[in-house]
């Protein structure tokens, strides 16, 4: 199992930036499907964005134009950079990994076996 940890969460005002990272051990980000999902209280854990083992990247709509998703092969760690945030984006936001370096979207949380604790995102109108 790999071990994941992310970190970069806090708190933004709407319009505002964050960058979050999940350093990543015991599996290699480039020969995997990883991906970004985000919980918020009382709503189901929803994927945000995937990108495979070729490099294609999914985004959801409602973060397209604004969030980017990336990985550092070397470093071994999988990245968002969260642009123009909204208080819609306030969440608790996981990383996570399938066993495989193929990506299904919309993505669903059982497909993948390896999480991170999370961190939290609190955006502020």
């Known amino acids: 199992q790999g071990q994941l940890v992310e970190s970069g969460g806090g708190s933004v005002q709407a319009g505002g930036s964050l960058r979050l990272s999940c350093a990543v051990s015991r599996l290699a980000v480039s020969t995997r499907c990883m991906a970004w999902f985000r919980q918020a209280p009382g709503k189901k854990r929803e994927g945000v964005a995937s990108i495979d083992g070729s490099g294609t990247t999914v985004y959801a709509d409602s973060v397209k134009g604004r969030f980017t998703i990336s990985r550092d092969n070397v470093e071994n760690t999988l990245l968002l950079q969260m642009n123009n945030v909204l208080p819609a984006d306030t969440s608790i936001y996981y990383c996570?990994?399938?066993?495989?370096?193929?990506?299904?979207?919309?993505?669903?949380?059982?497909?993948?076996?390896?999480w991170g604790q999370g961190t939290q995102v609190t955006v502020s109108s």
């Open positions: 996570a990994a399938r066993d495989y370096a193929t990506c299904w979207w919309p993505a669903d949380p059982s497909d993948y076996t390896n």
